[in-house]
Structures are given as C-alpha cells and as structure tokens.
C-alpha cells in the first residue's frame, strides 16, 4: 500500500521524495517563450521540493507549499513544509518578493505539505494537512488585519473517518464557507489496494465564532457503476452541482479489472437536509475509448475536459472533452481533442486559459525526461483540429508539478527540483 499522503496529481505520489537535477535561472524554452525563476528554494527555512500547483488570489499573488524545509527542529533537521506567497509587482518589469506565510511544526498542526492552496471570499487560504495520525485535517491561514503581521493557522477540523486520505486539492470552498473534498481511499471496503473507495465529504462551518466544524460524508462510492477512488478535485457549476472523475468503476473489462472510470455530477439537495444525488454522465470502455479519468475543468459553456489514459490502439494519454446534453436530452457527448505520442508520458493536468486555450504540464521522468509545459488552441472553424504547442522540455530544468494561468498575461508554476535541487518558481510567457 501506497504511504498516507495528501496529494492532488496522480504523479506526485510516485517522485514525491525526489531529488532532482539542477537548472539555471533563465531558462530559454524556444525563440518566443521563457521561463524566468521567481524564487529558488534552498531547502532551508524557506521551503524546499514543492509538491504541487500554484494558486493565484485576486491581486494577482501566487500562493503555494512545500514538502520539507521552514522550521527545521522538525523532519529530523529536514523540516516540515511551508505556506509560502510570491507577491506580485505592480508591473511585468518588476520584482517578485517571496515570504514564507507558515512553516509546519510537525505537531497538531501537521506537516508535510501536498496540497494547492484555495481561498473563499474572504481572502482566507485552505489546505490539507498531513498529521501525525492517519487521516489528516482541514486547515486555515487568514490573513492579518495589519499587513505584515503574521496570517492566523487554524486546523478546522480532522477528518471522522481515519481511513481518509489521499485528499484531492486545491479543496472547494461555497459562498456559505462550507468546504467540499474528495478522497481517494476511506469509505466502503474494497476497490483500489483494497484501502476504501472513497467518497466527498463537506465541512461545514459553526453557527458561532469558536464552535466546532461539521463533517458531512455527501457521497461515499461503491466500486460499482457509480465509480471509485475519485482521481481529482471537485469544482462546482454556477448551480452548485459538483462535477469529479473517479479512477476505477463503471465498466469492467479484462484491461480494468476494477472498472475503467467514470465522471460524475453530485446535485445538491432540494431542501436543507436532504441527499445529495450522484449521477454518472460518462463511462469510459477502456480502450479504444480511454479509461482512469483525472484533472477536470470546464469552459464558460459548460463543456468538461480531463485527462485520461488508454486512447486508440496505442492506449495513449488523451485529453478528452465532454459536451453537455442539448436541451430535453441526458447524454454528454465526447470528443478526443488530442493524444499524446505513444510512450508519452502523462500530464499532471490541465488548466482552461484566455480565448479558451488549455494549458497543461506533464512531470517526466527522472533522469530520462525533465517534463514540458503545453498550450492547446482549440481551432479557428468548428470541427478543426486542436493545435498543439510545446514549450520544450524546460532544457536542463526538471519536472514541473502544473501551472496555473496569471497576472501579465503569463504561466506560474513550481518545479520539484532547482539550483539547490530544493525546487523553484517560474513565470513563462506563452
């Protein structure tokens, strides 16, 4: 069985201790793009082998986490992670100034971190700690009322369910406060290693100041045709329905012996206390269709994309779109906008950008293949082919975590290794 982690990219699991190799500052990816690094992390009281995805607050600043590094009597020397922010300029010319926001003590606080940070309307950050007990928790950083005072921590709440883990962010935060989570294992016995099958839970916040957070198992998958073992974070329509990819469930073939995957749609109750209902909108065959769904988004229109494994007769990763039933109808309808080559390794997700453009990055593989950061334009005529544009395998630098569209017109994101093989920051203008 896999270690107990909190991670949000189906391969970050595999390379989550990874050391790896160098890269220079500037780093020249063709004649018209660039990676500019923000901060190189040395592994110290700063952070250090970031783990995942940027997310970026309304101002325009970057927030994210680290695995090790910050206060570093914790970790046996090694640390236990960061909160960090890379505060905007005011213009593309200026200056990034990076500030650690929180370092884990290893305490009731956790350590350790996997998660992308979210934020709710108050400007309030949310992740997922790991914790000295299994399962982990909620938690909070709130911004101080006086700038450069320090942000408040706060563990909101530890999950019921021990077997919990595995917890897809960036987490889902409603207009009410109420923060929603899918997890990969917990829940009914069986499916993936045996270890649960996951569920959604919501976490909803006390009536007064002080009280304590509720915890609401919304869903709990059954391995069977309503999936398991969701493979990605949750996001909500402008309804309020929930959209997510399971791994396993749904049809099984002798190529997924525990179902090939679906994606579902969770519509919230029509009154107060009553069910949330999971509906399956897509199923996958295996291949030639694909299978093992993760990373969904959606556009204005409603249309989701994701990734899945197992295209074609040559099984490639795929990024596929599914268009929303026409009016009186109930079936989505999918399209494979495009697969990668054969033996490419997978992305670790995709990203909807301006004029609907998806941006995407995979993490490669170490000591063969440093990653690549991707742009797909979608056609010009409807029906036209998507156009694929590689912004090279970031030369010597190595193994990008995703990136995130943001202030300049430019792509942010963390790579796992740097100068000081501890990880980085960059900004690459498309």
């Known amino acids: 069985m896999p270690a107990k982690a909190v991670i949000n990219s189906p391969r970050h699991a595999r390379f989550a201790f990874t050391l790896v190799l160098t890269l220079t500052a500037l780093v020249a990816l ?27 607050d309304k101002n325009g600043n970057l927030f994210g986490t680290t695995w090790y590094g910050g206060d570093l009597s914790c970790g046996g020397g090694a640390g236990c992670g960061v909160v960090f922010e890379e505060a905007a300029p005011l213009t593309s010319t200026g200056t990034w100034t990076y500030s650690v926001l929180y370092s884990f003590t ?3 606080d956790g350590c350790c971190q996997l998660s992308t940070p979210a ?42 369910d021990p077997t919990t883990y595995s917890t897809w962010t960036p987490l889902l935060i409603d207009r009410s406060g109420a923060v ?51 493979f990605t974070a949750v996001f909500a329509s402008n309804t309020g329905v929930l959209y997510g990819a399971a791994d396993v469930g749904g049809l099984v073939t002798p190529a997924c012996p525990l179902g090939c995957g679906v994606i579902y749609e969770l519509a919230p109750p029509a009154i107060s206390g009553g069910s949330w209902t999971e509906t399956v909108i897509y199923t996958f065959q295996g291949a030639p269709d694909g299978a093992t769904p993760y990373s969904l988004t959606s556009d204005a229109t409603g249309a989701l994309y994701g ?44 990203v ?21 950061v991707f742009q797909l334009t979608p056609p ?28 300049f017109g430019a792509l942010y994101g963390t790579l796992n290794g740097g100068d000081s093989n501890s990880g980085l920051v960059f900004s690459l203008v498309p």
């Open 180 to 230: 929603f989570a899918a997890s990969f294992y917990g829940g009914k016995a069986g499916c993936t290693y045996d270890s649960g099958c996951g569920s959604v839970v919501q976490f909803v916040p006390p009536a007064t100041s002080g009280g304590a957070w509720t915890e609401n198992t919304i869903y709990q998958f059954q391995g069977g045709a309503d999936g398991g073992n969701p």
């Open 119 to 160: 934020f709710d309307h108050f400007g309030r950050l949310y992740g997922v700690t790991n914790l000295t007990t299994p399962g982990g928790g909620i938690f909070r950083l709130a911004p101080p009322a006086v700038q450069g005072d320090p942000w408040k921590f706060g563990l909101l709440r530890k999950f019921d």
């Open 380 to 407: 010009a005529i409807k029906g036209g082919a998507w156009t694929y544009t590689s912004f090279a395998n970031l030369g010597a630098s190595r193994n990008p975590n995703g990136v995130i569209p943001g202030p």
């Open 307 to 350: 990734l899945a494994c197992c295209h074609g007769t040559a099984r490639e990763f795929h990024v596929f779109k599914l268009i929303p039933p026409a009016k009186g109808q109930t079936t989505w309808t999918k399209d494979v906008i495009y697969s990668f080559s054969k033996g490419s390794p997978a992305a670790n997700n995709i």
């Open 30 to 56: 063709s004649a018209a793009q660039t990676a500019t690094t923000l901060h190189v992390f040395t592994g110290g009281t700063d952070g250090g082998a970031p783990q995942s995805s940027l997310s970026v």
């Open 352 to 372: 909807m950008g301006a004029n609907g453009a998806i941006y995407g990055a995979d993490f490669g593989e170490i000591d063969f293949y440093a990653g690549n």
């Open 106 to 108: 290893g305490g009731t």
